[in-house]
Nanobody, 122 residues
């Protein structure tokens, strides 16, 4: 059974930091890019950060670049999102995502975590 289990969300004041974790099981973690998405209240889902299979390539959404850091530990099947200098606009449900190109036209290779709430107060 594929699982992506997130933790680390919570309530923090503006300027504070949180570290999200995503523990994966049920698939070959090292074959997948890891990504973090978020969806704030009344907003569409937004890609926050991504990291390639072995960590060699990372990318960030423009609103978080310089504040957030994505990392992964393939030995622990875990992805992380270190969030610094948080502001209320970062308030959202954060989702862990595992992605790889499809092996065929019909094969799905995308897995999602359940989401964890991050709330940043003024």
């Amino acid at each position: 059974q594929v699982q992506l289990v997130e933790s680390g969300g919570g309530l923090v004041h503006a300027g504070g930091s949180l570290r999200l974790s995503c523990v994966a099981s049920g698939f070959t973690f090292s074959n997948y890019d890891m990504k973090w998405y978020r969806q704030g209240p009344g907003k569409e889902r937004e890609l926050v950060a991504s990291m390639s299979r072995k960590g060699g390539v990372t990318s960030y959404g423009g609103s978080v670049k310089g504040r957030f850091i994505i990392s992964r530990d393939n030995a622990k099947n875990t992805a992380y999102l270190q969030m610094n200098s948080l502001n209320p606009d970062d308030t959202a449900v954060y989702y862990c995502n595992a992605w790889a190109p499809p092996l065929s036209g019909s094969q799905s290779r995308t897995f999602w975590g359940q989401g964890t709430q991050v709330t940043v107060s003024s």
